[in-house]
């Protein structure tokens, strides 16, 4: 397991299409994390899951937004109807539940543009 | 709420000269703090953390940070700069919510 992997790595889409992430965390890690990083600024916190439960949003996601976590391992994140200012890094990570002070393992984010 | 703050925008350093990149923090309770560096186009790289004991925390690349609780800061520093140290750099909390918040970033510059 070479860590926490993301695709696609880049996506461009028109305005009003929608688009979905694929996210793939550390096989043993139970929890997984959506961020949302715009240019020169710090990850803002979406969503997380522990298995297959979805526990905490943001208010950030809208619901335009929405992940999932079929079975626990992998998720995903669609944007329905993109609009420009959902370009954005988003970054995906992964840890293990009651480890969560020891950090994350993030992976190399999926960079869309919207235009 | 917990929170972090990075005061800096940008550091600038010459190769070989001690780096410092700031951070204060706003937390209830114990804080779990972090530091974490990211190249261009690449996803974060956790550096170091302070969860419990000493106040001076080792992490990878020669990196280190200092926990200071009555100033609430938890600067990272390092002893001799590398051009290749040259990142953004961001300090984050571990909140009761079972999330990390990041603090706004700090862009490093180290000059040849």
């Known amino acids: 397991d070479t860590g926490v992997s993301q695709n696609p790595r880049h996506k461009i889409t028109k305005r009003g299409q929608n688009v979905t992430f694929r996210c793939d965390p550390i096989?043993?890690?139970?929890?997984l994390y959506w961020y949302r990083q715009t240019l020169g600024q710090g990850p803002e916190f979406l969503t997380y899951f522990q298995n297959e439960a979805q526990l905490e949003k943001s208010r950030l996601l809208s619901d335009r937004f929405s992940a999932e976590r079929p079975k626990g391992s992998f998720s995903t994140l669609e944007i329905q109807r993109t609009e420009q200012g959902d370009s954005a890094m988003y970054l995906c990570?992964?840890?293990?539940?009651?480890?969560?002070?020891?950090?994350?393992?993030f992976g190399s984010g999926t960079r869309l543009t919207v235009v | 709420a917990q929170s972090v703050a990075q005061p800096e925008d940008q550091v600038n350093v010459a190769e070989g000269n001690p780096l410092t990149v700031k951070c204060t923090y706003s937390?209830?309770?114990?804080?779990?703090l972090f530091w974490y560096v990211q190249y261009p186009n690449r996803g974060l790289q956790f550096l170091l953390k302070y969860i419990t004991g000493d106040n001076l925390v080792k992490g990878s690349y020669g990196f280190e940070a200092e926990f200071n609780k009555s100033q609430t800061s938890f600067h990272l520093k390092k002893p001799s700069a590398l051009v290749s140290d040259s990142a953004l750099y961001f300090c984050?909390?571990?909140?009761?919510?079972?999330?990390?918040?990041f603090g706004s970033g700090t862009r490093l510059s180290i000059r040849p």
């Open positions: 990570a992964s840890s293990l539940a009651g480890l969560g002070g020891y950090g994350y393992t």
């Open positions: 937390v209830s309770g114990n804080p779990y």
């Open positions: 984050a909390v571990y909140s009761s919510a079972s999330k990390i918040i």
């Open positions: 096989s043993e890690h139970n929890r």
